[in-house]
T-cell receptor, first 114, second 112 residues
Framework: SQTIHQWPATLVQPVGSPLSLECTVEGTSNPNLYWYRQAAGRGLQLLFYSVGIGQISSEVPQNLSASRPQDRQFILSSKKLLLSDSGFYLCAWSVLGNPYNEQFFGPGTRLTVL | GQQVMQIPQYQHVQEGEDFTTYCNSS?????IQWYKQRPGGHPVFLIQLVKSGEVKKQKRLTFQFGEAKKNSSLHITATQTTDVGTYFCAGPGSGGSYIPTFGRGTSLIVHP
């Protein structure tokens, strides 16, 4: 069966510090991968998605970046965090080529920027 | 871009009462998905509707897709405290994008 891992589960970082969040998927090949952010009590904002290694599409301009160094690994990064970067970061995968594309989410990373 | 509007934003019910959340779009949707997010948890895929007028049931949950494929609803009969959470609908992205566009969600609070 497929599983998706994210770490760390929680993170407290000072403003201006760098960020690296990692997501890995097991049990499937060539998945579509996504990064979402969810502010407290809010909906899901798509940040990045990837259909393959090295292929990243950005949905929202910001100080975040994403990379996909391996087929089942997706990394979210920042060089300098802002207060507004606080939130719940969710990685998700879906089956490549599935026209309806249901999303399977990881457990998330709760980031607090102070 | 294509958007799905979800109402209400919050709903308080007494345990045992019914609950309904609605998802509306100004354009025809090829499909609609529903997810549930428990407090502190991550969204979990519940179901997908594809056909006009489709109705699917999962125990006390009933999902409907409108005849015009522009709206959908999730109805919970006799709510329980385990139903607490935020329910999201998601439609297809704009311009034929395969990436789902999520509604803002309806948070259900069940009072025992």
């Amino acid at each position: 069966s497929q599983t998706i891992h994210q770490w760390p589960a929680t993170l407290v970082q000072p403003v201006g510090s760098p960020l690296s969040l990692e997501c890995t998927v097991e049990g499937t090949s060539n998945p579509n991968l996504y990064w979402y952010r969810q502010a407290a009590g809010r909906g899901l904002q798509l940040l990045f998605y990837s259909v393959g290694i090295g292929q990243i599409s950005s949905e929202v301009p910001q100080n975040l970046s994403a990379s996909r160094p391996q087929d089942r690994q997706f990394i979210l990064s920042s060089k300098k965090l802002l207060l507004s970067d606080s939130g719940f970061y969710l990685c998700a995968w879906s089956v490549l080529g599935n026209p309806y594309n249901e999303q399977f989410f990881g457990p998330g990373t709760r980031l607090t920027v102070l | 871009g294509q958007q799905v509007m979800q109402i209400p934003q919050y709903q308080h019910v007494q345990e045992g009462e019914d609950f309904t959340t609605y998802c509306n779009s100004s354009t025809t949707l090829s499909n609609i998905q529903w997810y549930k997010q428990r407090p502190g948890g991550h969204p979990v895929f519940l179901i997908q509707l594809v056909k006009s007028g489709e109705v699917k049931k999962q125990k006390r949950l009933t999902f409907q897709f409108g005849e015009a494929k522009k709206n959908s609803s999730l109805h919970i009969t006799a709510t329980q405290t385990t139903d607490v959470g935020t329910y999201f609908c998601a439609g297809p992205g704009s311009g034929g994008s395969y990436i789902p566009t999520f509604g803002r969600g309806t948070s259900l609070i069940v009072h025992p």
